[in-house]
């Protein structure tokens, strides 16, 4: 089975200031996709940004980025000028061998 | 475009009852998966169906949960009967299902389950 690993549990992040939520995956494949999905409290799972493996070019949405390391395997979203909204549960997804596979999830919160 | 819709939106029943969760995809999505969510942990997929067939049902528990996708688009998922470690939320996502850049998941408020 495929693993992916999001170390930080929980994470703080003063509105405005940026910050970095790690993931490492492994997988054998050299196509594949890379997802980062947020969840507020209590309000359905949304995508925030996108990644196709085969491309070098990391994905931007506005104030998401993300840094794609394919020989090490990281797939880091960077959220720049946080806000108060940014606050949810954030989970590295991979899609592989035609399935998603989760991590853990990093609890994000923001500080006026 | 309507999201992916699912019902209810919360159900409380005592153990060994049984219940019933009920998810509406995004209209021409051919893949649609359950997953259960216990609380402060990632979802687990239960279920994966590609239009009315099953792709990957290696995790659910099948002496108790079921899951039925009839004619290719809505999809029911039942309990039953129910356990105290069956509390938690229930999602449904949706796919295009074409493959290589189409697999984005679009996923429904889900429904909360809380065994007694």
């Known amino acids: 089975a495929q693993t992916v690993t999001q170390s930080q549990p929980e994470m703080s992040v003063q509105e405005a200031e940026t910050v970095t939520l790690s993931c490492t995956y492994d997988?054998?494949?050299?196509?594949?996709?890379l997802f980062w999905y947020k969840q507020p409290p209590s309000r359905q799972m949304i995508l925030v940004i996108r990644?196709?493996?085969?491309?070098?070019q990391n994905a931007t949405e506005n104030r998401f980025s993300v840094n794609f390391q394919k020989a090490a395997k990281s797939f880091s979203l960077k959220i720049s000028d946080s806000q108060l909204g940014d606050a949810a549960m954030y989970f590295c997804?991979?899609?592989?061998?035609?399935?998603?596979?989760f991590g853990s999830g990093t609890k994000l919160n923001v500080k006026p | 475009e309507a999201g992916v819709a699912q019902s209810p939106r919360y159900k409380i029943i005592e153990k060994r009852q049984s219940v019933a969760f009920w998810c509406n995809p995004i209209?021409?999505?051919?893949?649609l998966y359950w997953y259960q969510q216990i609380l402060g942990q990632g979802p687990k997929l239960l279920i994966q169906?590609?239009?009315?067939?099953?792709?990957?049902d290696s995790q659910l528990p099948k002496d108790r949960f079921s899951a039925e996708r009839l004619k290719g688009v809505d999809s029911t998922l039942k309990i039953q009967p129910a356990k105290l470690e069956d509390s938690a939320v229930y999602l449904c996502?949706?796919?295009?299902?074409?493959?290589?850049?189409?697999?984005?998941?679009?996923f429904g408020p889900g429904t909360r389950l809380l065994v007694l």
């Open positions: 996502a949706s796919s295009l299902g074409g493959g290589r850049g189409l697999e984005t998941q679009y």
């Open positions: 997988t054998s494949e050299s196509d594949y996709y």
């Open positions: 990644q196709e493996a085969y491309k070098q």
């Open positions: 997804v991979v899609y592989n061998f035609n399935k998603f596979y």
């Open positions: 209209s021409g999505h051919a893949t």
């Open positions: 169906f590609q239009n009315n067939g099953v792709v990957d």
